[in-house]
């Protein structure tokens, strides 16, 4: 990765870093190179979570166990259950690539403090955890992007493990060190409840019936979890002259939902620092039309546009 990737994503944070953070980075950078369960986590067993990462382990073996009854038992959920699950599903969708993402992550636009807070809810609904940790995770990624301290990347442990098994058995980003700017106000609190927020997420269609409970909670949630991991998996599995493995996967908008968009991978890596990630008129890229329309509104400010539209490596 490039210093001025790196720079467009860490320098808004640069001056908040104090020395002994940047020390603790370096430490933190030293071990995961050298400790060998660190530095090559994907060789433990499957099954074995990580220390401390069993709560995580057991969500997603529940989650997948409670989708699997479900759909046995409710293989068709009705079109005012499906039209709640599709609302519900897009709105966390849509937190987790304009808030989460291009908001938090990359600071390439900045929204309304409601807007953003109500996204934030509806994506840790979806399960996408609090925004610090999924901050931490991602701007991590690209600073150490495919190298060994990059934990979801496929380029050493393979599909599945970028996919899933990251999750439970990578070493957790700090945030302190790398997003110390979400470590305080509302961020804070949203860590906090993120248990709540979770199992309510489970159970909140139980008041209408077992199929409203599989399909709202357990079926929901692995699909909003499966779409995500795509990012991480399926667009990293590309091979290209820089280094850089990540690609642009058309047919993988669609499933997104309003997440449509995230699936221009290759296009964000090469453009880091802008908030639109669809570069071509005919790449669909719901988060920038959002982004987009509250600009308008003066809902949203600040938003940083491609330096220049270049060609992009299709899939």
Known sequence: MNNSVVDNIVDHVADELPHELSDRRSE?????????????????????????KWPIFLHLVIIHVLALIGLIMFPIPGWKLFAAWLVVNGLGGLGTTV???RALSHRT????????????????????????S?????????????????????????????????????????????????DKGMYKFWRHAEMPVIILSYVCGLPWGLKAFFWMGAIRLCYSLHGQCLVNSLTHLGKYPDGDSSMNVWWLGPFQIMAWGENWHRNHHSQAGSARLGLKWYQI???WYFIF???????????????????????
């Open 109 to 132: 636009v900045k929204m309304n403090k409601i807007i953003e807070h109500l996204l934030i809810f509806f994506t840790m609904f979806n399960g996408s955890g609090a925004p610090g």
């Open 99 to 101: 808030v989460y993402h």
């Open 293 to 315: 329309m509250c600009e308008k509104l003066g809902l949203a400010w600040d938003v940083k546009r491609p330096r220049k539209i270049v060609h992009s490596i299709a899939a």
């Open 285 to 287: 890229d719901i988060g």
């Open 28 to 52: 933190l950078d030293k071990k995961l190179s050298t400790h060998k369960e660190l530095a090559r986590p994907w060789e433990r067993a499957w099954y074995l979570p990580t220390k401390g």
């Open 134 to 182: 999924w901050v931490a995770f991602h701007r991590r990624h690209h600073i150490k992007s495919d190298t060994p301290e990059d934990i979801s990347s496929p380029t050493h442990g393979g599909f599945w493990w970028a996919h899933l098994r990251w999750l439970y058995q990578g070493l957790s980003a700090p945030i302190e060190i790398y997003c110390p700017d979400l």
